[in-house]
């Protein structure tokens, strides 16, 4: 299995959900080589349940991801902490609405939950729990108490990251970093454009249906992470893209 930890399927968190933007993306990313993606969008995008109001009526729900032509999707989302910093939470879909729905007073930037308090809530569902871009300058993870951050099932290996801050230099002090804390990493590409899928990405052993089976897959090890050699390219282009079509979904709302 060929999985992204790290995606979204909106444009921006001010966009509406566009089910044609969202086919595209998806057949984008099976061409790209992936197999599998973890739909970690914004907990505080405009009109969250849109997204899974679609995927409902479309698409088949199998054990803990949708079936997307082929695809498996499985839901999550990335959350915003007081402390500053973005955790990313894997789960069924019902656990990720159910926590979706416990954050609806801390979508705001002067009301976001405190770490720990994002961490208990987490820990009452079946997610895997993925801290974001551990060392983005504007969001990192790093300045947390080591205990806090091990009380996360895995660090992101961000292709964002990647992309501004150099690949060997960025992979050697996320590892270094992971080690000293005792925590395994898997890529995410954090893709909003889907030139971006495939600069990062987890190559599983196994085949993975539910959320245990990501967990394990990952505890044991029994998986690699790999980097394209066209990472910066595909990352450029995805960005450039991003701002004229973000350009353009302005002018629209304008008119």
């Known amino acids: 299995m060929i999985i ?21 993306m998806m057949k984008e ?40 032509e082929g695809l498996k999707l499985f839901p999550g989302i990335e959350v915003d902490i007081k402390e500053v910093g973005h955790i990313l939470l894997v789960g069924n879909r ?47 993870l790093y300045h947390l108490d080591k205990k806090q951050i091990q009380r996360l099932d895995a660090l992101d290996l961000n292709g964002k990251d990647l992309y501004a801050q150099g690949v060997g230099a960025y992979r050697n002090k996320l590892s270094q970093f992971a080690e000293q804390i005792d925590l395994p990493i898997v890529g995410g590409s954090d893709t909003h454009q889907f030139f971006q899928y495939g600069s990062v990405y987890n190559r599983f052993e196994r085949e993975c249906s539910t959320v245990d089976e990501l967990k394990r897959s990952i505890d044991l090890g029994s998986y690699e992470v790999e980097i394209s050699e066209n990472l910066q390219l595909k990352i450029k282009a995805a960005i450039l893209v991003k701002k004229l079509l973000k350009k353009v979904l302005e002018k629209k709302e304008l008119v």
């Open 4 to 24: 992204d930890f790290h995606t979204h399927v909106k444009i921006s968190k001010k966009s509406m959900f566009m089910p044609d933007y969202f086919k595209e």
């Open 29 to 68: 990313a099976k061409a790209s080589g992936l197999t599998a993606l973890a739909m970690t969008e914004h907990f505080n995008t405009s009109r969250f349940n849109d997204i899974y109001e679609y995927l409902d009526q479309h698409y088949e729900y199998k054990q803990d991801y949708y079936d997307i």
């Open 94 to 140: 019902h656990d990720i609405v159910s926590i979706r729905g416990e954050l609806e007073d801390h979508t705001k930037e002067d009301c976001f939950m405190p770490f720990n308090q994002l961490i208990d809530l987490a820990e009452q569902f079946n997610v895997l729990k993925i801290g974001a871009h551990p060392f983005r300058e504007s969001t990192p």
